[in-house]
Nanobody, 124 residues
Framework: QVQLVESGGGLVQAGGSLRLSCASS????????MGWFRQAPGKEREFVAR????????YYADSVKGRFTISRDNSANTAVLEMNSLKPEDTALYYC?????????????????WGQGTQVTVSS
């Protein structure tokens, strides 16, 4: 079992930055790929970024490429999403998720464990 807890969300003006963290319990964090997803009201949960277990392979949604950076620290059981140049359309509930597979999954139903989410609101 993997328990995930997100933190770092908040209210920020357009153009600003936020740093989201995802803390994992257990000793198996380094075995999982980690992903970040977001869900705006009335919309489906969408892929944001993914990082492989060893951190070597990283993928981003086109909508955040060049603005967001995903990273992980396996010694601290933590994954991070650095968000810069935020836009109002980035407003959503952001989730981190863990995936046992090494396949590059970008849909929510392919991930095994989820956090409760942290709200990001970007004002114009």
């Amino acid at each position: 079992q993997v328990q995930l807890v997100e933190s770092g969300g908040g209210l920020v003006q357009a153009g600003g930055s936020l740093r989201l963290s995802c803390a994992s319990s257990g000793r198996t964090f380094s075995m999982y790929a980690m992903g970040w997803f977001r869900q705006a009201p009335g919309k489906e949960r969408e892929f944001v970024a993914r990082i492989s277990p060893n951190g070597w392979n990283i993928y981003y949604a086109d909508s955040v490429k060049g603005r967001f950076t995903i990273s992980r620290d396996n010694s601290a059981n933590t994954a991070v999403l650095e968000m810069n140049s935020l836009k109002p359309e980035d407003t959503a509930l952001y989730y981190c998720a863990a995936d046992r597979s090494i396949v590059r999954h970008i849909t929510a139903d392919e991930y095994d464990y989820w956090g409760q989410g942290t709200q990001v609101t970007v004002s114009s």
